[in-house]
């Protein structure tokens, strides 16, 4: 359902979530529609999910529309970054996130470098640094940076360019914090641990090795990101900000 989010004084508030159909976004997705508030959810190849996740938004109190985009792609960033310029958004939560390739960090090319960069990090510095100035024009926004476990670890030797591109995501963080600590724009960073999504199914490792690293031994579920991601990207929040909260089982 497509709305006007820009002049309608009287909406509800609105989130922009990427990578939202899919594992920790669209529970993410789920929990900001369950709690009232509008949705954009970015997607890029994860199409054959929407019948399930529309008929759960479908079913709350909620408006949402879907926007497709690769973020690899320039092209198709100028072009979502465009759109989102139209549209009046209280709160980002930037989780689309991919490691493209799994090779030993002596393999990676520069093209595996950049896409995952592409990904990781230059979208949300692009499409998020632009939300962030209409925010503190508005003086209200909230920002949530899905990090990785791997930022505080660097990532396994066949996950170099994810771990480092994961760092400059919370750099980003950091950033946009304190600038907008003046006008009421709260930036936090998750870090996810290992967290049962197709991730792993994507890029596959031996999980019961790495389960047995976790001191709780087990992995976590999206929601267990989705409720804090709520938490630190809505009204709830009004004292939490360049932080780095991690979600990891005692990682
Ligand atoms: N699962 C874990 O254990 C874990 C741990 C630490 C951090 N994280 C982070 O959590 C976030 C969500 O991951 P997940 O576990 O929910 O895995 P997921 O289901 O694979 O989700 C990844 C999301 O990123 C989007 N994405 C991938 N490549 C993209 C591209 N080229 N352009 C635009 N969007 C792209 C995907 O969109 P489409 O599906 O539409 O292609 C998908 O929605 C990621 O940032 C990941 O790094 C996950």
Redesign the pocket.
Known sequence: MVWDTMNDPGLKRTVFI??A?????SAVALKFAAEGWNIILH????GPQFGELKRKLSGLNTQFQFLK????SRSQLRTLSAKLDTLRIDSVVN????CMVSKHFSELTLKDMNDTFM??SFAPMLLTSRIFMLMKERRFGRIVN?S??AAKYGGSSFSMHYGCSKRALEGLTRTLAREGAECNVLVNTIR????D????R?FPKDLTKRIAMIPLRKMGV?GDIADIAYYLGSDKNSFITNETIAISGGE
């Open positions: 990427t990578g159909t899919s594992g920790i976004g997607f890029n190849s994860s985009a690769d973020f690899s989780n689309a996130g991919t990904v990781n899905i990785s476990i996810p641990g290992v967290i999504t197709a991730f792993h994507k999206p």
